[in-house]
């Protein structure tokens, strides 16, 4: 199983990225996929997860942060919008089974992390 993340960036406070996160060697449709992120100092948080049609967000980004995927293509996605410099972290995507899924055990696969940096 691979995850791949990839879309981050440099931006300033107020703009907007969009994560991707390419699975292979899975059933994808099937799994849960979530994103978390670790600033520099601090614990990997959850973001946000996404199985079927359900989606779940943590607080400070809900209204900001939109997840979706495209199962025909094996992909997940975070569009991030109005992005605040508190959002500077490393972001990774994580694949499970379970659902509702918050915690890092509720994932058994992670991709390697895509840096995203806000400045002020």
């Known amino acids: 199983v691979q995850l791949q993340a990839s879309g981050g960036g440099l931006v300033q406070a107020g703009d907007s990225l969009r994560l991707s996160c390419a699975a292979s060697?899975?059933?994808?449709?099937?799994?849960?996929m979530g994103w978390f992120r670790q600033a520099p100092g601090k614990e990997r948080e959850f973001v946000a997860a996404?199985?079927?049609?359900?989606?779940d967000y943590q607080a400070s980004v809900k209204g900001r942060f939109t997840i979706s995927r495209d199962n025909a293509k094996n992909t997940m996605y975070l569009q991030m919008n109005s992005l605040k410099p508190e959002d500077t972290a490393v972001y990774y995507c994580?694949?499970?089974?379970?659902?509702?899924?918050?915690?890092?055990?509720?994932?058994?696969?992670w991709g390697q992390g895509t840096q995203v940096t806000v400045s002020s």
């Open positions: 996404i199985k079927w049609s359900a989606t």
């Open positions: 060697g899975l059933s994808f449709s099937r799994y849960a």
């Open positions: 994580a694949g499970g089974i379970r659902w509702y899924a918050r915690r890092l055990s509720d994932y058994d696969y």
